[in-house]
Nanobody, 126 residues
Framework: QVQLAESGGGLVQAGGSLRLSCAAS????????MGWFRQAPGKEREFIAA????????KYADSVKGRFTISKDNAKNTVYLQMNSLKPEDTAVYYC???????????????????WGQGTQVTVSS
């Protein structure tokens, strides 16, 4: 088991930036991948970004490509989501998740992730 705790959400104006953090309760194994998802009111939870813990390969949803960057700090067992050029449509609860499968490719389906944080609210005002 691993507990995940997100932080860094808040209220920001359109065009602004936020950095989300997701701290794990124990060492993240090299076979894991870490992902960020978000859920807006009345919508399904959607994939945002993922990173392979060992090699650091990344994958992004088209809606955030070029604006968001996922990164990690292995020593701190923490994954980050740097969000720039924020838009009102980025408003959502943001969740981090861990995929322990060791899959060769980064996965985007939330059903395939094993551990989830509680989420952090991001609100972008126009």
């Amino acid at each position: 088991q691993v507990q995940l705790a997100e932080s860094g959400g808040g209220l920001v104006q359109a065009g602004g930036s936020l950095r989300l953090s997701c701290a794990a309760s124990r060492r993240i194994f090299s076979s894991y991948a870490m992902g960020w998802f978000r859920q807006a009111p009345g919508k399904e939870r959607e994939f945002i970004a993922a990173i392979r813990w060992s090699a650091g390969g990344t994958k992004y949803a088209d809606s955030v490509k070029g604006r968001f960057t996922i990164s990690k700090d292995n020593a701190k067992n923490t994954v980050y989501l740097q969000m720039n050029s924020l838009k009102p449509e980025d408003t959502a609860v943001y969740y981090c998740a861990a995929d322990r499968s060791g899959s060769t490719w980064l996965r985007t389906s939330l059903e395939l992730y094993d551990y989830w944080g509680q989420g952090t609210q991001v609100t972008v005002s126009s």
